[in-house]
Nanobody
Framework: QVQLVESGGGLVQAGGSLRLSCAAS????????VGWFRQAPGKEREFVAA????????YYADSVKGRFTISRDNAKNTVYLQMNSLKPEDTAVYYC????????????????WGQGTQVTVSS
């Protein structure tokens, strides 16, 4: 079992930055791939970024490539999402998810989810 808790969301102006954290419980977290997803009001949940269990492989949605960076510190059981050059269209609830297999862009592939953290980008 893995429990995930996101933090770091908030209100920021366009062009600003935020760093989201996904803190996990469970001694085997280091063996889990982790993904970040987001959901804006009235829209479906969409993939943002993912990282392999070792941190050696990462993958990004085209909409955030070059602006967002996913990383992890397995010693701290935490995955981060550094978000720079934020745009109003980045406004959403951001969720982290974990799975004990290879990372995926498909939300249904993940077994464990956090409760989400709100990110609001004003223009």
């Amino acid at each position: 079992q893995v429990q995930l808790v996101e933090s770091g969301g908030g209100l920021v102006q366009a062009g600003g930055s935020l760093r989201l954290s996904c803190a996990a419980s469970g001694r085997t977290f280091s063996s889990y791939a982790v993904g970040w997803f987001r959901q804006a009001p009235g829209k479906e949940r969409e993939f943002v970024a993912a990282i392999s269990w070792s941190g050696g492989s990462t993958y990004y949605a085209d909409s955030v490539k070059g602006r967002f960076t996913i990383s992890r510190d397995n010693a701290k059981n935490t995955v981060y999402l550094q978000m720079n050059s934020l745009k109003p269209e980045d406004t959403a609830v951001y969720y982290c998810a974990a799975d004990d297999s290879r990372y995926s862009v498909v939300a249904g592939s993940y077994d464990y989810w956090g409760q989400g953290t709100q990110v609001t980008v004003s223009s």
